[in-house]
């Protein structure tokens, strides 16, 4: 009788356990970054998998497609965003403006003072400004989840000279991609904006077809540019390297409720881990430029100043030509002062 009482257990065990399927992946998230896995993209997806898959005790499955598997560029993976043939995608400002003009917002020179401000600001209010503003554009297709970083900060960097104000800058040929707002940049200080396609800009720069670029000090590393020439790095900090994570908004409503909130929780641990991926990388970066002979230059709050003064007329531009430009630079401005503040606050009250 016990052995076929255990037989009958084992029975219904296995019957149960085929009547269960639908509590394993009941949702595929497909994310694509048009990257490799050395980059903080990577990094940030393998936290995002790891805790949405866990978070969702396997509700969710989440499939990470590195480099150009389901897209090749930032008009045409949105379009897949747009279309649900990817559920996730991870774009540069420059990778959406074709799509959301006022994405640019975060190339705007000088905005945000540090690392600190950035993450506070890109964590508030500001980004819940821009989403909303691409779901109306995008015909409630397009969902900005989050907005992390990709390289950390752009600094100017040449092949001729430490540059230490914007007078220093002055004819100098910099490369920007093809976008107006990064040339308005150049102009401001004087430069000469050439526009160039990333993977010429190293034969550029060891041809003279340009003589700098503003890059963060990883990508200009990994690139290997200080074999062009490449032996100057002005530390202005000019722009923080914002990375818009995307999701298909009808991929994210069919979802009930508490998938979804795993699924933001999600985005925030990814936040996370790509603020603090740049930082960590970054330190043996600037110690191979600096051992190569590479000339690292910090600017005095002064210099950076100039720098600032100079630039200034790129927010007139900006609000001026840029659909929505006025409406997400008041919302940047306006984050930026509280984060400003709130910090400085935290600060005077941690130093007594």
Request: glycine residues 8%.
């Amino acid at each position: 009788m016990l052995k076929k009482t255990k037989t009958l257990a084992a029975t219904l065990l296995m019957t149960a356990a085929l009547a269960m399927p639908a509590l394993a992946q009941d949702y595929t998230i497909r994310a694509v970054a048009n990257s490799n896995e050395n980059d903080e993209d990577y990094d940030g997806l393998q936290v995002f998998k790891s805790y949405v898959e866990s978070a969702s005790n396997g509700a969710i499955a989440v499939e990470i497609y590195m480099g150009t598997q389901l897209c090749s560029n930032g008009a045409e993976c949105l379009q897949g965003v747009a279309d649900g043939s990817i559920d996730v995608y991870i774009s540069t400002s420059g990778g959406a403006a074709g799509l959301f003009p006022y994405v640019q917002v975060l190339d705007l020179p000088y905005l945000m003072q540090d690392d600190r401000v950035a993450e506070k600001v890109l964590s508030g209010d500001f980004t819940r400004t821009m989403r909303d503003m691409a779901l109306e554009d995008s015909g409630g297709t397009i969902r900005l989840m989050t907005i992390g970083n990709t390289g950390g900060w752009r600094n100017f960097a040449n092949t001729k000279k430490r540059v230490q104000t914007p007078a220093d800058l002055e004819g100098m040929k910099i490369r920007t991609v093809v976008a107006d707002l990064p040339q308005e940049l150049v102009r401001a200080v004087g430069a000469a904006p050439t526009p160039i396609p990333w993977p010429e800009l190293f034969t550029s720069l060891q041809t003279g077809v340009v003589e700098g670029t503003k890059n963060g000090i990883t990508d200009i590393m990994s690139m290997k540019f200080p074999e062009a020439g490449l032996q100057y790095v002005t530390l202005d900090g000019h722009a923080y390297m914002g990375a818009l994570w995307w999701m298909s908004n009808e991929t994210f409503l069919s979802m009930p409720e508490d998938m979804r909130r795993v699924v933001v929780d999600g985005f925030y641990q990814l936040q996370q881990a790509t603020f603090a991926s740049p930082k960590r990388k970054s330190i043996p970066a600037y110690e191979d430029f600096v051992a190569g002979g590479g000339d690292l230059y910090v600017p005095t709050p002064e210099e950076k100043q100039a720098f600032a003064d100079a630039a200034e007329p790129v927010y007139a531009w900006f609000t001026a030509n840029v659909q929505g430009g006025e409406k997400i630079f008041d919302a940047m401005q306006t984050a930026v002062n509280s984060a400003t503040e709130e910090i400085n606050a935290e600060r005077a009250s941690d130093i007594k």
